[in-house]
């Protein structure tokens, strides 16, 4: 059974959190949801961004989400696939040096990785964006292309693949998103 580590944090935004996590662990992965500082069976709390004609999203609050293993004892190299959810999270998680080493773990070791929304900022800090095509939430695209990416500016609801990596605009983009970073994954779904 191949491993995913799910990277997420407080004020993660809660669709593309749960949506996603639940969706690898239907497919049959096991995925460790992890964040800083936190034990498993600690919750994170989310928040639910929506886009209801404002100049940004509205932001309201979210859900508690269960963490199903401890942050301390993650050991990149016994993963397969790395994801990183969005919202305020990567703001601070991008802060801890340990998060910016499991980054660069992946990218250098050519795993597959997905990120979304603001997620793209952990990416950036980390500096793994240089020479890729990439998207994000629009108000991020400053930061790829500060950090040497081509930000791609695609519609909210699809999703972009360069290489191993699969990047998203928002949780619109949920089908595409997973779809992608499955097909990256080597999963096959088949009706």
């Not at 690898?24 to 961004?49: F, N, R, S």
């Not at 509205?58 to 190299?77: I, Q, R």
């Not at 959810?85 to 499991?102: C, D």
């Amino acid at each position: 059974m191949k491993k995913i580590l799910f990277l997420t944090g407080d004020f993660t935004e809660d669709y593309e959190t749960m949506v996603p996590f639940q969706m690898l662990v239907m497919v049959g992965y096991e995925v460790h949801t992890v964040c800083p500082d936190k034990k498993k069976g600690q919750t994170v709390k989310t928040a639910i961004h929506d886009f209801e004609g404002d100049q940004t999203y509205s932001e309201k609050p979210g859900h508690l989400f269960t963490l199903n293993y401890s942050f301390a004892d993650v050991d990149a190299s016994q993963y397969d696939g790395l994801v990183i959810a969005g919202g305020r999270a990567p703001e601070y998680l991008r802060l801890n040096p340990k998060v910016i080493e499991i980054v660069k773990h992946f990218f250098e070791a050519n795993k597959p990785v997905a990120a979304i929304c603001h997620g793209i900022q952990i990416l950036t800090a980390a500096g793994v964006v240089k020479g890729r095509k990439l998207t994000c939430y629009p108000a991020v695209g400053p930061e790829v292309t500060l950090a040497g990416g081509e930000y791609q500016d695609i519609s909210v609801d699809d999703a972009f693949v360069d290489g191993k990596l699969v990047t998203a605009p928002a949780w619109p983009a949920h089908p595409a998103f997973m779809r992608e970073f499955l097909k990256v994954m080597g999963a096959k779904i088949e009706l």
